[in-house]
């Protein structure tokens, strides 16, 4: 067990908090930090990856400070400012569930102010948090992630590698069928002609800096189990994960919210929201996978509006 930096000891300096987390494999920490005081709006934000960091989320300082939301920053056990046990027997999904759970009771949020917002990998615990512990949460957020990988991965293959050059697209599958991912040649291409179109539409080296701290900050011990080390659809041990007939069981005031240019496909994410007892979908027409960057405005103000709706 580890801190990655010194002085994060400090339990309660400048919001952060430090939070014992209770595994098969023994207790550890994960790191959490408060932004704002409210009694009634009180937002966890799970990362994406599996295996990111709370980093490309800074962009919340821009809006949500001035809209009088409390929210909370959080490494899941692995990342970046949190213990890293590296023990490939943590890295499931219903441990991290109930980390998730150790981590609301830690903070003290429950069912009169308790809002959960994940993004990407976030949203699929997001999604089965809600589905076990649904009568804690006030309003849940699913953010550019569908419900089924199965989905993701046929979207990816029938929408989006077609749009590709096609001879980039050979080059990528012949590095991934050769298992060949540490080759540089393989984030060459996929940089120019996959993320800046559907991760975050702006020129590479426009990259806000919050979102390039995060991304080189991903451990691949937690994103490659979980992932697989393809970019283009799921292999890893979410490779089956599909919870699309098990919506309606969320009973949790539900905002899902998609973009156009996704990694994700919008369609189906409406159709989750339609889905939802208590739905409603947000489209960031000029967003990608990393809306909350390339299609800021709206969608904070669809966020704000949520959270506002059902404080």
């Given at each position: 067990?580890?801190?990655?930096?010194?002085?994060?000891?400090?339990?309660?300096?400048?919001?952060?908090?430090?939070?014992?987390?209770d595994t098969p494999k023994g207790n550890f920490r994960v790191w959490t930090k408060r932004v704002g005081n409210s009694p009634t709006?009180?937002?966890?934000?799970?990362?994406?990856?599996?295996?990111a960091t709370h980093e490309y989320f800074e962009c919340?300082?821009?809006?949500?400070?001035?809209?009088?939301i409390e929210?909370?920053?959080?490494?899941?056990?692995?990342?970046?400012?949190?213990?890293?046990?590296?023990?490939?027997?943590?890295?499931?999904?219903?441990?991290?569930?109930?980390?998730?759970?150790?981590?609301?009771?830690?903070?003290?949020?429950?069912?009169?102010?308790?809002?959960?917002?994940?993004?990407s990998w976030g949203g699929i615990l997001a999604m089965e948090y809600a589905l076990k512990y649904g009568d804690q949460v006030r309003g849940l957020v699913i953010s550019n992630m569908m419900s089924s990988a199965p989905e993701y991965g046929a979207y990816a293959e029938k929408v989006l590698m077609p749009t590709m050059d096609q001879a980039v697209l050979a080059e990528i599958k012949a590095l991934e069928d050769a298992e060949d991912y540490e080759n540089p040649r393989y984030m060459e291409l996929l940089i120019p002609h996959h993320y800046v179109s559907h991760v975050l539409r702006m020129p590479y080296e426009e990259w806000p800096d919050p979102v390039n701290r995060a991304f080189a900050h991903i451990n691949p011990d937690v994103y490659v189990p979980m992932q697989g080390p393809s970019e283009l659809g799921v292999r890893g041990k979410?490779?089956?994960?599909?919870?699309?007939?098990?919506?309606?069981?969320?009973?949790?005031?539900?905002?899902?919210?998609?973009a156009t240019h996704d990694t994700m496909d919008p369609s189906h994410m409406e159709w989750m929201a339609s889905e939802l007892p208590n739905g409603r979908f947000l489209l960031c027409p000029d967003g990608s996978h990393m809306a909350m960057y390339d299609d800021q405005d709206v969608y904070f103000r669809g966020l704000v509006g949520f959270i506002r709706d059902h404080a």
């Open positions: 067990m580890y801190l990655d930096n010194a002085g994060r000891d400090d339990a309660l300096s400048g919001g952060v908090k430090l939070i014992p987390i709006m009180k937002l966890l934000l799970l990362h994406g990856g599996p295996g919340c300082d821009s809006f949500l400070p001035a809209a009088g929210y909370y920053y959080y490494d899941q056990l692995g990342s970046s400012y949190s213990d890293d046990p590296n023990d490939p027997d943590l890295i499931e999904l219903p441990r991290f569930v109930e980390e998730v759970e150790q981590v609301r009771r830690a903070l003290g949020l429950g069912p009169d102010n308790f809002f959960l917002l994940g993004h979410l490779a089956d994960w599909d919870r699309s007939g098990d919506l309606k069981a969320i009973k949790t005031p539900t905002l899902v919210i998609g």
